[in-house]
């Protein structure tokens, strides 16, 4: 299943001048982009900015007003039967064949794609649900559902995976398990697309994000270098039981002081000679230093309080 997979055969995903309207609301309003084979990108942004719109059109599962879509070579609308072999996908809203085991159900989702059993059970075994294989998919929890889901969008190896929400429902073990069982996948060549409200699992697992707000892509890098844009001071917090506010506000290198809770928290932005200055004064094992994450950027250029 994976032939045209090499770099010749161009990007996964070439996005260009993409309008969707619904009404008076801009859903996406003029998105360009590429998706290169092979890697993980992230789509985020607030609720309503556009990001289900915009995967439901690379899905081949929505048309769009104007501008162009090729996925793996291929214009998905209308609908290109030869696609869907090629990509899996997961929704907010998968739906399961009712009455079947978890086995039976991914067993069938198999079938539908020319795959055996083995495979299926594989797939399970892929997402931790080896145990569940014998539950009815309505007695299974929202998180081992969620995880069905996806495992269903896996079973016949696409070559790309589009992922919305996936670990939206997931405790944080699972959530974590999930996390490497992504990784494995993208060493193994496959281009996967994901969108999150979790900017930590962003910035753990995608080479590049596009940020989306109105319709409009406002930011497109990797993690590290929309950080690094920022340039933001880090934050050093001591317990104020061992540093005062008013003891910290003389240290060199301390750029401003506040407390946050039992804390004493120094901004600075020459944070070796502040922690030479915390050393001399109390002991550094109780000492925190928090760099700006890809929550800070998401906060400005959304401009918005964060909401998981
Ligand atoms: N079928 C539809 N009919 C009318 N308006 C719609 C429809 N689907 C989405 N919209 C509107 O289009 C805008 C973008 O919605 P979309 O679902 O793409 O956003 P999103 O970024 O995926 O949001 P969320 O993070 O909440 O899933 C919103 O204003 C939404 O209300």
């Given amino acids: 299943m994976k032939e045209d997979s090499g770099p010749a055969a161009g990007p996964a995903i070439a996005v260009e001048g993409l309008h969707k309207s619904y009404g008076d609301v801009h859903a996406v309003n003029g998105v360009s982009f590429t998706v290169e084979r092979g890697e993980f990108f992230g789509v985020l942004g607030p609720n309503g900015a556009g990001k289900t719109t915009l ?77 569940k294989a014998k539950t009815l998919v309505d007695d299974l929890s929202g998180g081992q559902k969620q995880r069905l889901a996806i495992a269903s969008a896996l079973t016949h190896e696409p070559e790309l995976i589009f992922l919305d929400e996936p670990t939206a429902a997931l405790d944080p073990q699972a959530r974590r398990n999930l996390w490497e069982m992504l990784r494995e996948i993208r060493t193994e060549g496959r281009t996967i697309v994901c969108t999150t409200h979790h900017m930590e699992e962003a910035e753990s697992l995608c080479d590049r994000v596009a940020f989306v707000r109105a319709g409009e892509v406002i930011a497109l890098d990797t993690p590290a270098s929309l950080v690094r844009g920022l340039n933001a001071p880090t934050r050093v917090l001591i317990p104020t ?27 600075t932005r020459a944070v070796g000679r502040v922690l030479a200055a915390v050393g001399g004064l109390t002991e550094l094992q109780d000492v925190q230093t928090r760099t700006a994450t890809l929550e800070d950027v998401y906060l400005e250029l959304t401009g918005t309080e964060y909401q998981a």
């Fill in 55 to 131: 995967i439901e059109i690379m899905e081949g599962l929505r048309s769009a007003d104007s501008g162009s879509v090729s996925v793996l070579g291929r214009s998905p609308w209308p609908r290109d039967t030869s696609l869907l072999p090629r990509i899996g996908v997961q929704t907010q809203a998968s739906a399961f064949f009712v009455r079947l085991t978890a086995a039976e159900h991914l067993e069938t989702v198999a079938a539908l794609y020319g795959r055996d059993r083995k495979r299926a059970r594989e797939t399970l075994e892929l997402v931790g649900l080896t145990d």
């Fill in 241 to 267: 039981a061992q540093l005062t506010p008013e003891q910290a506000k003389g240290l060199e290198g301390a750029d401003e002081v506040a407390t946050e809770g039992l804390s004493t928290v120094i901004t």
